[in-house]
């Protein structure tokens, strides 16, 4: 297991090899009001800012939603999805960190870690990859719903420097910074702010699949029943 991590993928100095954290205390639950019933791991992902400063995630989790994230599907099996991954307490975390908008630095620090989600976009022969960003998503996608299957939590965000991150980390000019995910465990909404407090409670909204499914033409929503 440690020689699949590799000190290139989990650069952070403080690297855990623990076992898996100890259960916290319960907290809140935000399964989505869907229409129909959905599967639980769909249900229950949901994106809160309230993260336990005292927890870790462990290896073999870690690992298990990285591993999640390559089985993706993929244009031409091309895989241009590419993480930067920092642990809370090591320089790649605080890399990560400091190129957050300020707003999300007063909770996005707790997290156990931060994870920079970039997409290659060109080919070798210079020529665009014009779908990266869609096989980026469905990679973060799936990473997302096996931390939900860990136990954990992620919050994705587009509210970051991605100039400022191709600095801290050489990112080649072939490859772009699209979001950073916050991750680890949930804590209790009463830790954030006032005024993010009721973001971790409120009820959840969607719009209607109406309103976003078509037929025939675009705008004449598909009628299912």
């Known amino acids: 297991m440690g020689d699949y991590l590799g000190s290139a993928l989990l650069s952070s100095s403080t690297a855990s090899t623990a076992s898996l954290p100890t259960e916290g205390p319960a907290t809140v639950s935000r399964t989505c009001p869907s229409d129909v019933p959905l599967h639980p791991l769909i249900a229950e992902r949901w994106s809160p800012r309230a993260f336990d400063p005292a927890r870790a995630v462990a290896d073999i989790q870690l690992v298990a939603v990285l591993e999640a994230a390559r089985w993706a599907p993929s244009v031409g099996n091309r ?35 931060l994870v920079l ?69 949930l804590a209790d909404p009463a830790t ?14 969607r719009r209607r699949v109406s309103e976003f499914v078509f037929t025939k033409r675009y705008g004449q929503s598909l009628c299912l029943r």
């Open 79 to 113: 895989q241009p999805w590419r993480f930067m991954v920092g642990r809370r307490g090591g320089e790649t975390f605080d890399a990560i960190f400091q190129t957050l908008y300020e707003p999300h630095q007063g909770w996005a620090g707790n997290a156990a870690a």
């Open 117 to 185: 989600a970039c997409a290659v976009t060109r080919n070798p022969d210079g020529t665009a990859m014009p779908h990266a960003p869609y096989e980026l998503g469905m990679a973060v996608s799936q990473l997302c719903l096996q931390a939900t299957d860990e136990g954990l939590v992620a919050h994705q965000m587009t509210s970051f420097n991605a100039e400022k991150a191709a600095l801290a980390f050489a990112i080649p000019d072939h490859v772009r910074a699209f979001a950073v995910i916050v991750l680890g465990y």
């Open 192 to 205: 954030l702010p006032e005024h993010l407090r009721g973001l971790e409670t409120g009820r959840r909204e």
